[in-house]
């Protein structure tokens, strides 16, 4: 899956950016408060997609 496609995903899940690690993005769920990281890669596994959509509680992508 594409970066792109998966943040687009998270911030029309109600998921919204709110900083930047070393390689990674910071990402909240604003209804409840789950957060995660999304790794700066043009390509993230499928896998990995849907551990981070878990983590923050919305739906697969």
Excluded at 49 to 58: E, F, N, P, S, T
Aim: net charge positive.
């Amino acid at each position: 899956m594409k970066r792109n496609q998966l943040v687009k995903h998270l911030k029309a899940s109600g998921c919204e950016w709110y900083g930047e690690g070393a390689r990674h993005s910071k990402f909240r769920n604003k209804t409840t408060g789950k957060k995660s990281t999304v790794p700066r890669h043009s390509e993230i596994d499928n896998d990995l997609a849907k551990d981070i959509c878990k983590q923050l509680g919305v739906a697969r992508p």
